[in-house]
């Protein structure tokens, strides 16, 4: 891996850790909807990897409207990383 590559790689996991489920984004007033489900299911293994170490970050946001949240962070839970292969292209073998 060269060197611009780890940078690219800790700059989006820096990007990424700034919008984690408990980041005081969310509250009872301005509760995570279907949107902030989807983005929190998506990053949900840099998630788990950053609640080892932080106790306030957690893998979902328990200020959430409920079933909206629910089912945005399922399907991309279900959905994202899946989806990814779509786009991978295939290398011949010639």
Same mark, same amino acid.
């Given at each position: 891996?060269? *060197? ?24 009872? @007033? ?11 299911? *998506? ?24 079933? *909206?949240? @629910? ?21 011949? @073998?010639?």
């Amino acid at each position: 891996m060269t *060197w611009k590559r780890v940078v690219v790689l800790l700059l989006l996991v820096i990007v990424l850790a700034g919008c984690l489920p408990g980041d005081g984004a969310s509250s009872p @007033d301005a509760q995570a909807g279907f949107f902030s489900g989807v983005w929190h299911g *998506w990053i949900a293994p840099i998630s788990l990897i950053v609640s080892l170490f932080n106790e306030d970050i957690g893998i979902y946001e328990i200020d959430n409207t409920g079933g *909206w949240y @629910d089912f945005g962070f399922y399907v991309a839970i279900i959905g994202g990383f899946g989806s990814l292969r779509l786009f991978r292209s295939k290398k011949d @073998d010639d």
